[in-house]
């Protein structure tokens, strides 16, 4: 049976959500709020990021289903190496701002094609990705150049619960969505 909200899907994004195998995301903007802190270890500055717990267990239960998770950033931060640690992705690319190579080189270990992928960005420098990806995707609020191109555009904010709704979307359009409410005792006994 399927949820009201992908009954008001349009066919073609239920369509290339159903697909999806893989599931990559920048950082910046996207896992966080943009917002970048520094502060000082032993007079040294160090880069903090915050990361949404609602996003994780989006990732976690991708991965339990099968669906492999991963990061391509412009940045290098010692806190997406941990989360990325936490939450098992299975890439973590920093440190490309041209972020196409990355992602060729992915595909191939993978053995996918871009048809199998989502990627989910919020600037200019995701485009690329974005229109390549199976499943294109921009957070709520992205850049509009970039909403318009991609396939389907969160209700939330980066880092606030967009990859969630990715995480949900894939999930639900690959059948897995009644199970996880089961796992976790969410359906109403009759």
């Known amino acids: 049976m399927l949820t009201k909200d992908l009954q008001m899907l349009p066919a073609h994004i239920f369509s290339k959500a159903s697909k999806v195998k893989l599931l990559l995301m ?3 903007g996207v ?7 520094y502060i000082t270890d032993n007079g040294k500055p ?5 990361f949404n717990s609602k996003d994780g267990l989006g990732l976690y239960l991708l991965n339990q ?3 492999s998770t991963g990061v391509i950033s ?3 931060s010692p806190s997406v190496e941990e989360r990325a640690r936490i939450l098992k992705f299975k890439h973590v690319y920093q440190g490309h701002m041209d972020k196409q190579e990355a992602f060729d080189k992915i595909l191939a270990e993978e053995k996918l094609d871009a048809s199998e992928v989502a990627f989910v960005g919020d600037d200019f420098h995701d485009g690329p ?6 499943l294109g995707v921009a957070v709520g609020n992205a ?5 318009s191109v991609a396939d389907y555009v969160t209700k ?4 606030a619960g967009a990859v969630r709704e990715v995480c949900e979307l894939i999930l639900k359009t690959q059948g897995y969505w009644e199970d996880v409410l089961n796992k976790y005792q969410l359906v109403k006994k009759r």
Not at 31 to 37: A, E, G, R, V
Not at 46 to 50: A, H, I, L, T, Y
Not at 156 to 159: A, F
């Open 143 to 147: 850049a509009e150049e970039l909403k």
């Open 31 to 37: 896992l966080t709020d943009s917002t970048i802190l």
């Open 65 to 67: 289903y099968g669906i």
């Open 74 to 76: 412009g940045r290098v």
């Open 129 to 134: 990705l974005v229109v390549q990806s199976g």
């Open 46 to 50: 160090v880069e903090c990021k915050g």
């Open 26 to 28: 920048d950082v910046d």
């Open 156 to 159: 939330s904010s980066g880092g």
